[in-house]
C-alpha cells in the first residue's frame, strides 16, 4: 500500500539499469510508469487504491530473494530493481494461465472480445495455450439489473469493481463473498444485482471491469468496450477538491 508521508524526500534508485530519482513514498510501479517503464498489472488502476492481488506487477529486488509487487512496494534509497527478466516472464504466465483456467473465458463469444486487459495481458506474455487443467466451473450470470449484466465466468477477482464502488461512487453495494476459488462479487447481503436498494446505477463498476464479467446489457460479442480515463480525473479533482 503507497502510503503518503509528510516529508517528501528525494530517492535514488535503479530501475532496469537507469539511475532514477523520485519522491518518498512512491511506489515501485509509479516510477516506472513515469519513467515509461512498463509493468504488466491488472488489479491495479490509477485513481482507486492499491490492493496487491494480481501479482502480475511483481519485480526484483536486488539483495532480496522474493519477488515484490511494484504497486505495492515503496521506493527506498539504493533500491536496484530489476522489472523484466525470464523467471518474472515465466511466474506472470504461469499467473494468467491459471486465470484462464479457473473460470471460463472464451474469448470467442466474449461481449468484451478485443477490449480486454485479459486477453491482452495473455497476448502480451505471448501465451498460445494453458497448461493446467481447466476448472470450467459452473457460475451464474446476474441479469437481473436493468441495463447491467455480470457474468461470474468472466471475473478475475482484481476487486477493480468493489473498490470504486466504495471510494469512488461510495454506494458500497459491491462486496466479495467467500474463499479462494470460491470467492464471488456479490451486490448488498448477496442478493440479486436488480433488487440492490444501495446500486446508483452510475455503471463505474462497468467501466473499470477489465474483463468480460461486468457489461452493459445488450452487447453483442466483442462490442462492449471501458472507459477508464474519468477514474484519475474524479480523484484528482476531489483531493484538490473542485
Ligand atoms: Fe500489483 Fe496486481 S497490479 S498486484
Given at each position: 500500500m503507497?502510503?503518503?508521508?509528510?516529508?517528501t524526500?528525494?530517492?535514488?534508485?535503479?530501475?532496469?539499469?537507469?539511475?532514477?530519482?523520485?519522491?518518498?513514498?512512491?511506489?515501485i510501479?509509479?516510477?516506472?510508469?513515469?519513467?515509461?517503464?512498463?509493468?504488466?498489472?491488472?488489479?491495479?488502476?490509477?485513481?482507486?487504491?492499491?490492493?496487491?492481488?494480481?501479482?502480475?506487477?511483481?519485480?526484483?529486488?536486488?539483495?532480496?530473494?522474493?519477488?515484490?509487487?511494484?504497486?505495492a512496494?515503496?521506493?527506498t534509497?539504493?533500491?536496484?530493481?530489476?522489472?523484466t527478466?525470464?523467471?518474472?516472464?515465466?511466474?506472470?504466465?504461469?499467473?494468467?494461465?491459471?486465470?484462464?483456467?479457473?473460470?471460463?473465458h472464451?474469448?470467442?463469444?466474449?461481449?468484451?472480445?478485443?477490449?480486454?486487459?485479459?486477453?491482452?495481458?495473455a497476448?502480451?506474455?505471448?501465451?498460445?495455450?494453458?497448461?493446467?487443467?481447466?476448472?470450467?466451473?459452473?457460475?451464474?450470470?446476474?441479469?437481473?439489473?436493468?441495463?447491467?449484466?455480470?457474468?461470474?465466468?468472466?471475473?478475475?477477482?482484481?476487486?477493480?469493481?468493489?473498490?470504486?464502488?466504495?471510494?469512488?461512487?461510495?454506494?458500497?453495494?459491491?462486496d466479495?463473498?467467500?474463499?479462494?476459488?470460491?470467492?464471488?462479487?456479490?451486490?448488498?447481503?448477496?442478493?440479486?444485482?436488480?433488487?440492490?436498494?444501495?446500486?446508483t446505477g452510475?455503471?463505474?463498476?462497468?467501466?473499470?471491469?477489465?474483463?468480460?464479467?461486468?457489461?452493459?446489457?445488450?452487447?453483442?460479442?466483442?462490442?462492449?468496450?471501458?472507459?477508464?480515463?474519468?477514474?484519475?480525473?474524479?480523484?484528482?479533482?476531489?483531493?484538490?477538491?473542485?
Open positions: 503507497s502510503a503518503v508521508t509528510s516529508t524526500q528525494s530517492i535514488t534508485l535503479t530501475i532496469d539499469d537507469k539511475a532514477i530519482s523520485c519522491r518518498s513514498g512512491e511506489t510501479l509509479q516510477v516506472a510508469r513515469e519513467n515509461n517503464i512498463d509493468i504488466p498489472t491488472l488489479c491495479y488502476l490509477e485513481g482507486l487504491t492499491v490492493w496487491g492481488g494480481c501479482r502480475l506487477c511483481m519485480v526484483e529486488i536486488a539483495a532480496s530473494p522474493k519477488l515484490h509487487a511494484a504497486c512496494t515503496e521506493c534509497e539504493g533500491m536496484t530493481v530489476r522489472t527478466s525470464p523467471r518474472l516472464k515465466q511466474y506472470r504466465k504461469m499467473i494468467v494461465e491459471m486465470l484462464f483456467a479457473e473460470r471460463n472464451v474469448c470467442s463469444v466474449c461481449v468484451s472480445n478485443g477490449h480486454c486487459e485479459l486477453q491482452n495481458m497476448t502480451k506474455l505471448e501465451i498460445d495455450h494453458v497448461r493446467f487443467p481447466y476448472r470450467f466451473p459452473h457460475l451464474a450470470v446476474d441479469n437481473s439489473h436493468d441495463y447491467m449484466r455480470l457474468d461470474h465466468n468472466r471475473c478475475i477477482l482484481c476487486l477493480r469493481c468493489v473498490r470504486v464502488c466504495g471510494e469512488i461512487e461510495g454506494a458500497h453495494t459491491k466479495v463473498k467467500g474463499r479462494g476459488v470460491l470467492s464471488a462479487i456479490i451486490h448488498d447481503l448477496d442478493e440479486p444485482w436488480g433488487d440492490s436498494q444501495t446500486c452510475c455503471g463505474k463498476c462497468v467501466n473499470v471491469c477489465p474483463t468480460g464479467a461486468l457489461t452493459h446489457r445488450g452487447t453483442a460479442v466483442g462490442e462492449m468496450t471501458k472507459k477508464t480515463e474519468f477514474l484519475p480525473y474524479l480523484t484528482l479533482m476531489r483531493e484538490v477538491k473542485l
